[in-house]
């Protein structure tokens, strides 16, 4: 059982380059979540999905865009990274939106990104 | 939207003693409340939740107390042991609405032999 895959698991970037994340889960979870996690801020929402076809925006999305063509694909692009999106990226899923919906977030590995 | 304080930042208990993390939420619409559990270099992890229909929930050494008049709820570990040392999150959230869960800022657990 996979559940949920992110690539890469680390990335050293030029300022200004284009980075997309890659997520993907194989449990049918309805939601998906891109959360950034940066020591002493601990982890803050970029952007969510609830379905396939649509999202919205977290506490944090500016500089990121997402997009949910299908149930189990979730990509993060950055159009133009900078500095300050160094961070450790967690993709997550979760029922949300189902009768079966307890509420857990089930996370990946993370993505380690550095912005130079 | 909601707004999670959590602490303290950092805890140092001996072996064996207890440990207390204590955090508040704002919104007082959510009803769900749970802790995960971070090891260094790893993914978070659910280790136990509360929703807010109980006061209080326990899973062996582990238990989660919530006030929703006060709206704070806290993590009790007891007879701690050096595999609990983490970093820990709380988080709260309505299940019933559309975003994911808010998160403290994570309390870092150091258990000293």
């Known amino acids: 059982i996979a559940g949920i895959t992110q690539a890469p698991t680390s990335q050293i970037l030029a300022a200004g380059r284009r980075m997309t994340l890659r997520c993907t889960q194989d449990?049918?979870?309805?939601?998906m979540y891109w959360y950034r996690q940066d020591l002493g801020l601990g982890l803050r929402l970029i952007h969510y999905?609830?379905?396939?076809?649509?999202?919205g925006k977290g506490e944090v999305p500016d500089g990121y865009s997402v997009s949910r063509a299908n149930t189990d694909d979730f990509p993060l692009t950055l159009a133009s990274a900078v500095p300050s999106q160094t961070s450790v990226y967690f993709c997550?899923?979760?029922?949300?939106?189902?009768?079966?919906?307890?509420?857990?977030?089930?996370f990946g590995e993370g993505s380690r990104l550095t912005v130079l | 939207g909601e707004n999670v304080e959590q602490h303290p930042s950092t805890l140092s208990v001996q072996e064996g003693d207890s440990a207390v993390i204590k955090c508040t939420y704002s919104?007082?619409?959510?009803?769900?409340f749970p802790w995960y559990k971070q090891e260094l270099g790893k993914r978070p992890q659910l280790i136990i939740d509360?929703?807010?229909?109980?006061g209080e929930k326990k899973d062996q050494r582990i238990a989660v107390t919530l006030n929703k008049t006060a709206k704070h709820f806290s993590l009790h570990i007891t007879e701690t042991q050096p595999e609990d040392s983490a970093v820990y999150f709380c988080?709260?959230?309505?299940?019933?609405?559309?975003?994911?869960?808010?998160f403290g800022k994570g309390t870092h657990l150091i258990i000293q032999p």
């Open positions: 997550a899923s979760s029922r949300e939106g189902t009768g079966a919906d307890t509420g857990e977030l089930f």
């Open positions: 449990m049918r979870h309805n939601a």
């Open positions: 999905s609830n379905t396939a076809g649509t999202t």
């Open positions: 919104d007082s619409a959510s009803n769900y």
């Open positions: 509360i929703r807010s229909n109980v």
């Open positions: 988080a709260a959230k309505n299940l019933g609405g559309a975003d994911g869960l808010t």
